[in-house]
């Protein structure tokens, strides 16, 4: 037993406890850590960060890439070699599920990997989807950074997740692209 005075004058009895400190086990904030990728550098930050969420929370992880067929442009001649060019993607996404798998295996954990493919709609809404479905709880994406006329046009991925997600998402920010007379951020 002893006695803490504080300035105020006021004083405080600390007494001991025989009994041995039970510990007592932490429950986990998420158990499944939806992970979108793309092979990007912003993706594999993304990857990196649902990692150490994954492994602080004793959590299972999930990467998925989704074949994303309006990808495919139009030419003067109409579709060019549709089924190569998806095939090539289809290709892409196992090498970037690969390359997320085995940064999960080196951290210790045992990923699950998803190719979602014959999908016509957005890549956002598959990844909505596929989060239901699995069920996540949380989703982890990389984001390119991607500002002004470049993100009118081609439009955000990480922001049409961010508009439909039924779970929290957290978003990991790459270096945004310079402008002139601009740093890199992040």
Same mark, same amino acid.
């Given at each position: 037993m002893g006695r803490v005075k504080y300035p105020t004058g006021k004083s405080i009895i600390i007494r001991s406890c025989k009994r041995k400190p039970r510990f007592v086990?932490?429950? %986990?904030t998420?158990?499944?850590?939806?992970?979108p990728v793309d092979g990007s550098p912003s993706a594999l930050l993304g990857v990196r960060e649902a990692i150490r969420l994954a492994r602080d929370q004793a959590a299972r992880i999930r990467f998925v890439f989704v074949v994303?067929? %309006?990808a495919v442009g139009l030419t003067l001649e109409g579709f060019v070699a549709f089924g190569d060019i998806i095939d090539a993607l289809k290709r892409s996404?196992?090498?970037a599920l690969a390359a997320a798998r085995q940064i999960a295996l080196d951290a210790g954990l045992e990923p699950e990997t998803a190719l979602v493919e014959e999908y016509s709609g957005r890549v956002a809404d598959a990844i909505v989807e596929d989060a239901l479905r699995w069920p996540a709880d949380l989703i982890v994406m990389g984001t390119h950074g991607h500002r002004g006329l470049h993100h009118a046009l081609v439009g955000s991925e990480a922001e049409g997740v961010m508009r439909k997600a039924p779970v929290p998402l957290l978003l990991v920010r790459g270096k945004a692209p310079k402008r002139k007379g601009e740093a890199a951020v992040g």
């Open positions: 086990r932490r429950m %986990s998420y158990q499944r850590i939806l992970v994303d067929e %309006s996404g196992e090498e």
